[in-house]
T-cell receptor, first 111, second 118 residues
């Protein structure tokens, strides 16, 4: 059974204070690891897909990295508008198209 | 801008009533998912379809929930009878079968149907 654990549950940063969110996973044959952002009252918004260890992807102040056991979402010089819940999910070779989600990290960036 | 469309956005109903949620997947997507999100459980998969055929509904309480795809542009999730413990946000998502070149394995979510059963 695919499993995803995210840490920390909540993170408060000052504007400009860089940090990282962690996503640890176990999966039978990784097909993809996904990062989503979810704002209150909204659906998850797709950010990145990573397919193999060593892969990195960037988008504005966000960079996602992947190893064989975990993924990190690095946030560089965050702004208040980066405040959201960040969700990590995996898709395994035996799970068809389904995504298994972690509980998320609630990020708050104070001005 | 292609998006998954869900209706209703908000629904308050009395226990025992029937609730139907509808979803229009992104045009061309052949896989449709229903997820439920609560504070306690996070995002959990209820069911998913490929090419309108149900592939997995093991996450769905069979006695009261049913999911269908009458056609490629409409997916429905029905709860009958509804109970207070069904109060949650129900998300529809769509994507393409893994291995296809367009958009990879990514699935895209709608804005959700916020259900309150009193």
């Amino acid at each position: 059974e695919d499993q995803v654990t995210q840490s920390p549950e909540a993170l408060r940063l000052q504007e400009g204070e860089s940090s990282s969110l962690n996503c640890s996973y176990t999966v039978s044959g990784l097909r993809g690891l996904f990062w989503y952002r979810q704002d209150p009252g909204k659906g998850p918004e797709f950010l990145f897909t990573l397919y193999s260890a060593g892969e990195e992807k960037e988008k504005e102040r966000l960079k996602a990295t992947l190893t064989k056991k975990e993924s990190f979402l690095h946030i560089t010089a965050p702004k208040p508008e980066d405040s959201a819940t960040y969700l990590c999910a995996v898709q395994g070779e035996t799970s068809g198209s389904r995504l298994t989600f972690g509980e998320g990290t609630q990020l708050t960036v104070n001005p | 801008d292609a998006r998954v469309t869900q209706t209703p956005r908000h629904k308050v109903t009395e226990m025992g009533q029937e609730v139907t949620m509808r979803c229009q997947p992104i045009l061309g997507h052949n896989t449709v998912f229903w997820y439920r999100q609560t504070m306690m459980q996070g995002l959990e998969l209820l069911a998913y379809f490929r090419n309108r055929a149900p592939l997995d509904d093991s996450g769905m309480p069979k006695d009261r929930f049913s999911a269908e795809m009458p056609d490629a542009t409409l997916a429905t999730l029905k709860i009958q009878p509804s109970e207070p413990r069904d109060s949650a946000v129900y998300f529809c998502a769509s994507g393409l079968k893994p291995g296809t070149t367009y958009s990879g394995n990514t699935i895209y979510f709608g804005e959700g149907s916020w259900l309150t059963v009193v």
